[in-house]
């Protein structure tokens, strides 16, 4: 009889795990999913993804889905990227209700221009007829984290190669956009990748277009407003200087944040 109560009380344990991993992935997944909405303007969607009850509370003041609805519709000519990153500090499921709390970080380029903002948020969910929906977001902005000083779009002021600079013209439609690790360089064609820097060294893993699966090295520094980088096209080993006289693999850039 011992051990018959024993599994059984094993074989609960397990479904309360099943049901808990099976709620808290249905919860993150309907976070992300509404936080689509906000670059689609799809109000629709968000309405279903909400209770009848939903309220938004944003840096003290209280909205409820009219006026969030009001604000889906003023912007929904606007033409962004967004990307949201959610770093989840706690999450609590009891029976139909769960709360959540977690940072958020989004990424938003418009116009061609990269912004980085930062939130602390805490959300309330409701189980409705079987299914997760968001009663309540209190969202309030976080302008104490530093953003990453590297993160945002650069347009090249000055180019060098070989000792030579280059002539505007041949780099007038060049962009470098960095999210963190990851950049992408727009020329004559996309390229995209990894790039790790510290100390200013920097190692970029080419991961798409003419780059790919190759290891570039560089040196970076900041001066006077303007993201300097110095690449060893052969990822040999790190520039010395930021100077490409004498070295045929070395190749200058002089950035400006747009």
């Not at 706690?90 to 903002?117: G, H, P």
Request: aromatic share 12%; charged share 30%.
């Amino acid at each position: 009889m011992r051990y018959i109560l024993i599994i059984l009380c094993l074989c609960t344990t397990i479904q309360l795990f099943s049901q808990y991993k099976k709620d808290s992935t249905e919860i993150m997944q309907l976070l992300k999913a509404d936080y689509k909405t906000l670059v689609t303007s799809d109000v629709k969607t968000h309405r279903a993804n909400c209770t009848d009850d939903y309220l938004l509370i944003e840096d003290g003041e209280i909205w409820n889905m009219e006026k969030e609805a009001a604000y889906y519709k003023q912007n929904e000519k606007r033409v962004i990227e967004r990307e949201d990153h959610f770093d989840l500090n706690y999450m609590k499921i009891l029976d139909n209700t769960a709360y959540v709390v977690y940072k958020l970080r989004s990424d938003i380029t418009e116009n061609s221009k990269l912004i980085q903002k930062n939130w602390n948020e805490s959300v309330i969910f409701r189980k409705v007829d079987g299914k997760w929906r968001i009663a309540l977001i209190h969202s309030t902005k976080n302008d104490t984290v530093q953003s990453n000083p590297l993160n945002g779009s650069w347009k090249p002021v000055r180019e060098e190669f070989g000792g030579s600079e280059l002539p505007p013209v041949s780099f007038e439609k060049q962009k470098l956009t960095i999210i963190d690790s990851n950049y992408t360089f727009i020329a004559e064609s996309v390229d995209k990748g990894i790039a790790r820097y510290k100390d200013g060294k920097m190692d970029i893993y080419g991961k798409d277009g003419v780059n790919s699966g190759k290891h570039i090295t560089a040196i970076y520094k900041f001066e006077n407003n303007l993201l300097l980088i110095c690449y060893n096209l052969s990822g040999d080993k790190y520039p010395e200087a930021f100077e490409t006289k004498g070295k045929p693999t070395y190749f200058l850039t002089t950035f400006k944040k747009e």
